[in-house]
């Protein structure tokens, strides 16, 4: 079983357009994470929830919207895509903020034409 | 705030060599210390990490590293590459009580000949 699920795996859309991408976890865990990988491989986190609660919010266009319905799932929701956002979407997710490790999606591959 | 510097960012050996990644963190409190591996089209995966305690640490795959507080490293290293550990290689630091926010460093990409 698939710890960490994202959907979907690639996304290929142009600019202006708006998109979402999901995550769910099976792991029991209560806390969420986004981060995104650039074309340079740099991992940046992006937000985190903790049952459901944002407790991380990086500095991020307000064009990027998370939503969690509840501890077990993470959305992520982009209005007005750029071509800065093409890019590699990881969702994450690690049990309380006692600085567990976190355990990782699989990623979404992200293309703005 | 916290940050990861990691210096070698790419990394040839052949099979057998031995490894080390450096990697330097900056933060002024304690630490949590990781290194995760992202292998080709993967996601990345725990190799191991550091908490508290003994400062040497093994992980998955023959894989070590240690903590060397008073140079603020976390250099990872393996006695014997094999083929299969060519991956993406990334450092990541958490500072204790400021929640499960992870630095990551810019990553080293290995790569192991035959």
């Known amino acids: 079983d698939t710890a960490v699920s994202q959907t979907p795996k690639y996304l290929v859309t142009q600019m202006g357009n708006d998109k979402s991408i999901k995550c769910e976890q099976n792991?029991?865990?209560?806390?969420m994470y986004w981060y995104k990988q650039d074309s340079k491989k740099f991992l940046k986190i992006m937000f985190s929830y903790n049952n459901k609660e944002l407790i991380i919010n990086e500095t991020v266009p307000n064009r990027f919207s998370p939503k969690s319905p509840d501890k077990a799932h993470l959305n992520l929701h982009i209005n007005s895509l750029e071509l800065g956002d093409s890019a590699v979407y990881f969702c994450?997710?690690?049990?309380?903020?006692?600085?567990?490790?976190?355990?990782f999606g699989d990623g979404t591959r992200l293309s703005i034409l | 705030a916290q940050s990861v510097s990691q210096h070698n960012h790419h990394v040839i050996l052949s099979e057998a060599a031995s490894l080390e990644l450096g990697c330097n963190y900056s933060?002024?409190?304690?630490?949590?210390l990781f290194w995760y591996v992202q292998y080709p089209g993967q996601h990345l995966q725990l190799l191991l990490k550091y908490f508290s305690g003994d400062p040497l640490v093994k992980g998955i795959k023959g894989f070590e590293a240690e903590f060397i507080k008073s140079k603020f490293s976390f250099n990872l290293r393996k006695p014997s590459v094999q083929w299969s550990d060519t991956a993406e290689y990334f450092c990541?630091?958490?500072?204790?009580?400021?929640?499960?926010?992870?630095?990551f460093g810019t990553g080293t990409q290995l790569k192991v000949e035959l």
């Open positions: 933060y002024g409190g304690t630490v949590n």
């Open positions: 994450a997710s690690s049990q309380g903020q006692s600085n567990q490790p976190q355990h």
């Open positions: 990541a630091v958490n500072g204790k009580g400021g929640g499960n926010k992870l630095t």
């Open positions: 792991l029991g865990h209560d806390t």
